[in-house]
């Protein structure tokens, strides 16, 4: 069964205060990792997809990285308007059903 | 452009009354999910279509749950004889084939 397990839970930050996210997973077979931002009483917001081990993608402030076991989400100098919830989802290959398996969630907060 | 929409975006039921929630997908998206999305916890799979094909429901929790997308457009999640453990947002994504799913606003359901 596939599994995906972020830390922390929640994450408070001072603006500027750069960090990162986990993201630990067991999937058979890697289609693909992706990461969404989640707003209070929005869907998730597509942010990022990748597909083997060593790929980095960054858009502003944030950068994803990706190794066998799991991916890092990189905040650099947040400002308050990254606070939200980030969202780490796991595709697996093989079959026909695409479905994403999610975590929890790792809820971010910057403070000015 | 469009993104996916929803509807209503909230819906509140007595036990035990019958609900339907309404995704309409971004055009030329072949394949459509529903998610369910417990307070505090990541999106959780429910079913999946290929067009008009459901090719998953292994995620739906009772056969009181039933979704159709009958021309591979316009998809509807049905739950009947709703419980209060049904409370929860459905979200509906859509992506092109197995590619990047994209997310709707969501449904919160409330049942009382």
């Known amino acids: 069964e596939d599994q995906v397990t972020q830390s922390p839970e929640a994450l408070r930050l001072q603006e500027g205060e750069s960090s990162s996210l986990n993201c630990s997973y067991t999937v058979s077979g890697l289609r693909g990792l992706f990461w969404y931002r989640q707003d209070p009483g929005k869907g998730p917001e597509f942010l990022f997809t990748l597909y083997s081990a060593g790929e980095e993608k960054e858009k502003e402030r944030l950068k994803a990285t990706l190794t066998k076991k799991e991916s890092f989400l990189h905040i650099t100098a947040p400002k308050p308007e990254d606070s939200a919830t980030y969202l780490c989802?796991?595709?697996?290959?093989?079959?026909?059903?695409?479905?994403?398996?999610f975590g929890k969630g790792t809820l971010l907060t910057v403070n000015p | 452009g469009a993104g996916v929409s929803q509807s209503p975006r909230y819906k509140v039921a007595k036990r035990g009354q019958d609900v339907a929630l309404r995704c309409d997908p971004i055009s030329g998206h072949v394949s459509l999910f529903w998610y369910q999305q417990a307070l505090g916890q990541g999106p959780e799979f429910l079913t999946y279509f290929q067009n008009e094909a459901q090719l998953d429901k292994s995620g739906l929790p009772s056969d009181r749950f039933f979704a159709e997308r009958p021309e591979g457009s316009v998809s509807t999640l049905k739950i009947q004889r709703t419980q209060q453990e049904d409370s929860a947002v459905y979200l509906c994504a859509s992506s092109l084939a197995f590619g990047t799913q994209y997310f709707g606003p969501g449904t919160r359901l409330t049942v009382l």
């Open positions: 989802a796991v595709q697996a290959g093989g079959g026909s059903n695409y479905k994403l398996t």
